[in-house]
């Protein structure tokens, strides 16, 4: 066997067992997902739209996921305040404190343990690969705010930072979030 063969198998079954565990909370992997990525989004990025483009779902798919999580208690959906005919989504004290427990949670440990050069090494070959079939596919990567072109640190309008693109004021926390509007510097 190959070893892009060996590594494709490998994620695959690594992927199996993930999804595996996604079941925990009486979740499915999809709504986890949903949860996982509200937690890590910014401000700009919280949106049916961008959930749907984030995890390469249908609209449909999403539409079911975010009725569910909402009617558990885990998401609200409100009035966009810059665009009204929009509709922002948020996790509730509920669905925080549902992605503080997330199953993922002993991966994460796993990789920790690791010498830092090989998690170093994973995690590069994971960013390659995911940008790779996101690029063949014509989607958005999304990424980290603060790794943005038009990421302005240090802003002097009195937050601490600033997003060029958007012309909106950034605090800390939220430039360490994901963006949908990112553009590597």
């Known amino acids: 066997m190959n070893k892009p063969q060996q590594f494709i198998n490998l994620l695959s079954r690594l992927s199996r067992l993930v999804n595996h565990d996604g079941h925990s909370k009486g979740l ?14 910014n401000r700009f990025s919280r949106s049916p739209g ?3 483009i984030y995890l390469g779902a249908t609209k449909g ?39 503080k427990e997330d199953a993922l949670k002993p991966f994460q440990r796993m990789l920790s343990d690791l010498p830092a050069n090989e998690q170093n090494d994973i995690t590069l070959a994971l960013e390659k690969l995911l940008l790779a079939k996101l690029r063949s596919d ?8 603060n790794t943005c072109r038009h990421f302005r640190k240090n802003n002097q309008s ?8 958007l012309k909106e004021p950034l605090c800390d926390i ?12």
């Open 50 to 52: 961008a959930l749907t």
């Open 174 to 185: 939220e430039s360490e979030k994901i963006c949908v509007e990112q553009t590597p510097a």
């Open 158 to 165: 009195g937050s601490p930072h600033f997003c060029d693109l």
């Open 61 to 99: 798919t999403i539409s079911q996921t975010l009725m569910t999580l909402e009617k558990k208690g885990f998401v609200a959906k409100t009035q966009d305040l810059h665009d009204k005919r929009a509709v922002a989504l948020k996790l509730t004290t509920a669905g925080e404190n549902l992605a």
């Open 28 to 41: 499915k992997p999809a709504q986890w997902d949903a949860i996982r990525y509200l937690a890590q989004a």
């Open 138 to 145: 014509g989607n958005k990567p999304f990424g980290i705010c």
